[in-house]
């Protein structure tokens, strides 16, 4: 049985998005495993759901990348590779910087004063080493920059590709230097979009999303020693 505060009877309303946001946060916070099998009898019990659209849910997580559909043997959740992180990464920070050359062109006032809001929120949270919800608040920064952007096929290539890394940046957790760095970075994103600097922003995202890249390479090479 799965142990987590956010698996509880979910409401029929919006049931088939809702299924796909509890499996996915299950998966990047690391609930489910890396190579486990999704225990559907388990989650349909706890979900109060039947395994109709519980498999219709995963076949949208198969499609993301985030589970391995086999025939007759049911849903695997997939390993974060290093082939996958180095091939990904690159592609993911030129999508993020666009966004944020895109979003100093649109962005509005009240939206930034949002977004330093949401910032101040995370250096709290990095303050009283709160990791989940420092996680959680910065994938709301860069959401807000890329919302900001006004560009709908930017914003659906780059949240595909950015739930895929998602659970690779959750589940190698940072050292306390690459958390300092990190936040340190988030500040001068922040400073480069309240002065509507789209150049100099773009160069630092990408520069940040190299840097996160690292930390996850770092992690996956840890474990495969460790194995």
Request: proline residues 2%.
């Amino acid at each position: 049985m799965i142990e987590n505060p956010e698996v509880h009877v979910i409401s029929r309303k919006s049931l088939h998005q809702e299924l796909v946001d509890r499996l996915q946060l299950l998966i990047i916070s690391g609930h489910l495993a890396p190579g486990s099998k999704v225990p559907e009898k388990d989650l349909c019990s706890q979900f109060g759901v039947s395994r109709t659209p519980l498999r219709e849910a995963l076949k949208v997580l198969a499609s993301d990348g985030l589970v391995r559909l086999e025939l007759n043997r049911g849903a695997w959740v997939t390993k974060v590779t290093a082939s996958e992180v180095k091939e990904v990464f690159p592609i993911l920070g030129a999508l993020e910087a666009l966004s944020g050359e895109l979003a100093c062109d649109n962005i509005s006032d009240k939206e930034i004063r949002s977004i330093r809001i949401l910032h101040d929120q995370m250096i709290q949270s990095y303050d009283s080493r709160d990791l989940d919800a420092y996680f959680r608040i910065n994938q709301q920064i860069h959401r807000a920059i890329l919302l900001a952007a006004r560009n709908d096929t930017l914003t659906t290539s780059c949240q595909a590709l950015s739930l895929r890394m998602q659970r690779a940046r959750y589940l190698a957790n940072m050292s306390e230097e690459r958390w300092a760095d990190a936040v340190e970075e988030h500040e001068k994103i922040i400073t480069l979009l309240e002065a509507r600097n789209g150049k100099q922003l773009g160069i630092t995202l990408i520069e940040h999303m190299k840097a996160k890249q690292q930390s996850v390479l770092r992690w996956l090479h840890a474990e495969e020693n460790f194995d």
